[in-house]
């Protein structure tokens, strides 16, 4: 019995030695907003931070955007000042990261996008899922009727002109 409970007892601490290890997170986040919202259209700025918590260096080696939808484009200058290396404790953020651009002809709805930051040297990566809602591009004023207003304001002053014409007679 006394064997049995030392065997148990040996192997809870070995799992207590073994678990922190396992259950330790990737000490680097990416934290985007979890939705943004665009107009056909037009463009919007996403924001983001990118924080190493723990050790060691995360190198920033490359960036990839995958948007669900190729109506959707995106311009990734503005991560380019990001830093080449984001040391144990440092943040980098909350700054413009990206802009994301919906195309004019792109259907209301919501669609998804990735955000993938590399680091080529350690072989690790962090990715943050973010929704892309596109609302309809707001529709301008009929040309008609300015045309229809242009053409009531034309009949009034040649009705004017008439009537001045007819009392200097």
């Known amino acids: 019995m006394k064997t049995k409970q030392l ?37 919007i700025t996403v924001i983001g931070t990118l924080t ?21 484009t995106f311009d990734d200058t503005a991560f380019l000042s990001s830093p080449f290396v984001l040391g144990s404790g440092d943040s980098y953020g909350p700054v413009a990261f990206f802009d994301v651009i919906a195309g004019s002809s792109l259907a209301p709805g919501t669609y998804l996008g990735t955000f993938t930051v590399f680091d080529d040297v350690l072989q690790r990566s962090v990715t943050s899922t973010f929704q892309v809602q596109v609302q309809a591009a707001a529709v301008p004023e009929p040309v008609s009727l300015v045309l229809l207003g242009s053409g009531l304001g034309g009949l009034y002053l040649k009705r004017r002109r008439k009537r001045k014409q007819e009392g200097n007679v």
């Open 52 to 72: 190493n918590a723990g050790s060691p260096d995360f190198n920033i080696s490359s960036w990839s955007i995958n948007l669900s939808n190729p109506l959707l």
């Open 7 to 43: 065997i148990l007892s040996a192997l809870a601490v070995a799992l207590l030695a073994i678990l922190p290890a396992v259950a330790q997170a990737d000490p680097v986040t990416l934290t985007l907003p979890s939705s943004v919202s665009v107009t056909a259209g037009s463009s």
